[in-house]
């Protein structure tokens, strides 16, 4: 199974960006980069997806390296309410979905 | 729309005590998945389904057993209960396509004293 694998924390700056990197060296051509989040007590919430462009929405951008082993999370302006586990996940064609252990955003004001 | 529905929120277990946690959506989404949270620790896939009469094995699968007799249910069940069972348990719906995302309810906390 195409692993993912992300740093255990990171710490940001309220009003910064933060760039959440992920590897996946194993990904194959059709498999899909999923971010999600999980705030404390929650279930886990859809962030982004891409599969070979970056791409954009209201929440954050993804930017996937040209070779798709490796792609990175951006909040363009990170608030007290993005902090939260970060998980990084393959949609593989055959409908297993795993999750790694995270990375957990810790925010300062 | 309720989107995805865990019952119960709560369960407190003896050990060796037998349980059924269901899942329901509303969705009419083909996969479903449960998951399990150890405290600290990110998810790990207990079992899943890609359509109604059909499961598959996750990550973690010894100790439990899944059922999906109707699209819209996806059981899960633990025979005898044991406290390495105790956890916080999700589970997640989504459509066929890759490139749809998954819903998660908002789990159910088990306890196996």
């Known amino acids: 199974d195409a692993k993912t694998t992300q740093p255990n924390s990171m710490e940001s700056n309220e009003e910064e960006p933060v760039h959440l990197p992920c590897n996946h060296s194993t990904i194959s051509g059709t498999d899909y980069i999923h971010w999600y989040r999980q705030l404390p007590s929650q279930g886990p919430e859809y962030v982004i997806h891409?599969?070979?462009s970056n791409v954009n929405n209201r929440m954050a951008s993804l930017a996937i390296a040209e070779d798709r082993k490796s792609s990175t999370l951006i909040l363009h302006r990170a608030t007290l309410r993005d902090a939260a586990v970060y998980y990084c996940i393959l949609i593989t064609n055959a409908g297993k979905s795993t999750f790694g252990d995270g990375t957990t955003l810790t925010v300062k004001p | 729309n309720a989107g995805v529905t865990q019952t119960p929120k709560f369960r407190v277990l003896k050990t060796g005590q037998s349980m059924t946690l269901l899942c329901a959506q509303d969705?009419?989404?083909?996969?479903m998945y449960w998951y399990r949270q150890d405290p600290g620790m990110g998810l790990r896939l207990i079992h899943y389904s890609v359509g109604e009469g059909t499961t598959a094995k996750g990550e973690v699968p010894d100790g439990y057993n899944v059922s999906r007799l109707k699209k819209q249910n996806f059981l899960l069940g633990l025979e005898s209960a044991a406290p390495s069972q105790t956890s916080v348990y999700f589970c997640?719906?989504?459509?066929?396509?890759?490139?749809?995302?998954?819903?998660f309810g908002n789990g159910t906390r088990l306890t196996v004293t």
């Open positions: 891409g599969l070979t």
């Open positions: 969705m009419n989404h083909e996969y």
């Open positions: 997640a719906s989504r459509i066929q396509k890759r490139n749809s995302p998954l819903h």
